[in-house]
Protein backbone atom coordinates (compact mmCIF):
# COMPACT_ATOMS: atom_id res chain seq x y z
CA UNK A 1 0.00 0.00 0.00
CA UNK A 2 2.70 2.61 0.80
CA UNK A 3 4.85 1.65 -2.18
CA UNK A 4 1.58 3.42 -3.98
CA UNK A 5 2.09 6.44 -2.06
CA UNK A 6 5.44 7.12 -2.82
CA UNK A 7 5.87 10.11 -5.62
CA UNK A 8 6.43 8.51 -8.54
CA UNK A 9 8.90 9.31 -11.29
CA UNK A 10 12.36 10.06 -9.99
CA UNK A 11 13.24 12.33 -12.70
CA UNK A 12 10.57 14.71 -11.60
CA UNK A 13 11.27 17.16 -8.44
CA UNK A 14 10.62 15.75 -5.10
CA UNK A 15 8.14 17.76 -3.23
CA UNK A 16 10.02 19.45 -0.53
CA UNK A 17 8.76 18.94 3.38
CA UNK A 18 9.99 21.00 6.21
CA UNK A 19 9.89 19.26 9.63
CA UNK A 20 10.07 22.10 12.99
CA UNK A 21 10.19 19.72 16.30
CA UNK A 22 12.61 20.40 19.07
CA UNK A 23 13.03 16.57 19.62
CA UNK A 24 15.20 15.02 18.02
CA UNK A 25 13.77 11.44 17.76
CA UNK A 26 10.16 13.22 16.31
CA UNK A 27 12.68 14.53 13.62
CA UNK A 28 14.13 11.67 12.57
CA UNK A 29 10.60 9.84 12.97
CA UNK A 30 8.39 12.39 11.08
CA UNK A 31 12.27 12.80 8.32
CA UNK A 32 12.01 8.57 7.63
CA UNK A 33 8.25 8.69 7.09
CA UNK A 34 8.40 11.65 4.76
CA UNK A 35 11.28 10.38 2.74
CA UNK A 36 9.37 6.83 2.25
CA UNK A 37 6.12 9.06 1.14
CA UNK A 38 8.47 10.59 -1.68
CA UNK A 39 9.38 13.79 0.04
CA UNK A 40 12.67 16.02 0.17
CA UNK A 41 12.85 17.13 4.52
CA UNK A 42 14.74 19.52 5.95
CA UNK A 43 14.36 19.90 9.69
CA UNK A 44 14.46 23.10 11.74
CA UNK A 45 14.45 22.77 16.18
CA UNK A 46 12.00 25.99 16.60
CA UNK A 47 9.97 28.50 14.72
CA UNK A 48 12.60 31.33 14.49
CA UNK A 49 14.80 28.64 11.92
CA UNK A 50 11.85 27.25 10.54
CA UNK A 51 10.52 30.83 9.06
CA UNK A 52 14.31 31.09 8.00
CA UNK A 53 14.24 28.22 6.03
CA UNK A 54 10.86 28.61 4.78
CA UNK A 55 11.93 32.63 3.02
CA UNK A 56 15.41 31.01 1.71
CA UNK A 57 13.40 28.18 0.31
CA UNK A 58 9.61 27.87 0.57
CA UNK A 59 8.41 23.86 0.87
CA UNK A 60 5.97 22.19 -0.60
CA UNK A 61 4.35 20.95 3.11
CA UNK A 62 5.33 21.95 6.93
CA UNK A 63 4.81 19.48 9.84
CA UNK A 64 4.93 21.71 12.79
CA UNK A 65 5.58 20.69 16.63
CA UNK A 66 2.83 22.52 18.35
CA UNK A 67 4.93 22.75 21.66
CA UNK A 68 8.67 24.48 20.99
CA UNK A 69 10.60 26.75 23.33
CA UNK A 70 10.95 30.60 22.44
CA UNK A 71 8.12 30.39 19.25
CA UNK A 72 5.63 27.76 19.32
CA UNK A 73 3.73 26.08 16.55
CA UNK A 74 1.04 27.93 16.80
CA UNK A 75 2.58 31.43 16.44
CA UNK A 76 4.67 29.87 13.76
CA UNK A 77 2.22 29.24 11.52
CA UNK A 78 0.47 32.91 12.44
CA UNK A 79 3.72 34.64 11.08
CA UNK A 80 4.31 31.93 8.16
CA UNK A 81 0.36 32.81 7.42
CA UNK A 82 0.86 36.18 7.15
CA UNK A 83 4.12 36.41 5.67
CA UNK A 84 2.08 34.47 2.85
CA UNK A 85 -0.62 37.33 2.86
CA UNK A 86 1.75 39.63 1.79
CA UNK A 87 3.39 37.66 -0.76
CA UNK A 88 6.75 37.11 0.48
CA UNK A 89 5.61 33.62 0.61
CA UNK A 90 3.95 31.18 -1.61
CA UNK A 91 1.37 28.95 0.44
CA UNK A 92 2.27 26.00 1.35
CA UNK A 93 0.16 23.37 3.92
CA UNK A 94 1.13 23.39 7.75
CA UNK A 95 -0.24 20.37 9.34
CA UNK A 96 0.37 20.50 12.89
CA UNK A 97 1.52 17.69 15.18
CA UNK A 98 1.15 17.07 18.83
CA UNK A 99 0.80 14.55 21.82
CA UNK A 100 -2.85 14.15 22.57
CA UNK A 101 -3.98 15.88 25.45
CA UNK A 102 -0.35 17.94 25.18
CA UNK A 103 -0.58 21.63 24.08
CA UNK A 104 -3.39 22.84 22.10
CA UNK A 105 -6.73 21.42 20.47
CA UNK A 106 -6.79 20.66 16.72
CA UNK A 107 -9.73 23.78 16.56
CA UNK A 108 -7.02 26.40 18.15
CA UNK A 109 -4.55 24.76 15.57
CA UNK A 110 -6.91 25.15 12.92
CA UNK A 111 -7.62 28.93 14.46
CA UNK A 112 -3.87 30.00 14.07
CA UNK A 113 -3.54 28.71 10.05
CA UNK A 114 -3.02 25.28 10.21
CA UNK A 115 -4.80 22.74 7.53
CA UNK A 116 -4.95 19.84 9.62
CA UNK A 117 -3.91 17.91 13.10
CA UNK A 118 -2.02 14.86 13.95
CA UNK A 119 -1.69 13.40 17.20
CA UNK A 120 1.77 11.90 18.30
CA UNK A 121 2.92 9.44 17.49
CA UNK A 122 2.21 9.38 14.35
CA UNK A 123 1.33 6.43 11.74
CA UNK A 124 2.77 6.49 8.59
CA UNK A 125 -0.72 5.88 6.87
CA UNK A 126 -2.53 9.43 8.93
CA UNK A 127 0.69 11.09 7.60
CA UNK A 128 0.45 10.00 3.72
CA UNK A 129 -3.50 10.45 4.44
CA UNK A 130 -2.86 13.75 5.38
CA UNK A 131 0.04 15.00 3.18
CA UNK A 132 -2.22 13.22 0.15
CA UNK A 133 -5.16 15.04 0.87
CA UNK A 134 -2.90 18.52 0.96
CA UNK A 135 -0.80 18.37 -1.49
CA UNK A 136 -0.66 17.52 -5.02
CA UNK A 137 2.79 16.44 -5.53
CA UNK A 138 2.01 12.81 -3.48
CA UNK A 139 0.64 10.45 -5.39
CA UNK A 140 -1.75 7.73 -3.86
Excluded at 79 to 98: C, E, M, T, Y
Aim: charged share 25%.
Amino acid sequence: MLEKMVHAPTTQRRPKALVVDDNQVNQLLATAMLDRLGFEVETCDDGRHAIEACRRDAPDFVLMDVLMPEMDGMETSRRLRALQHDGVLPRFPIVAASASGIGALPGDCIAAGMDAFLDKPMSISALAAVAQRLTVSVSG
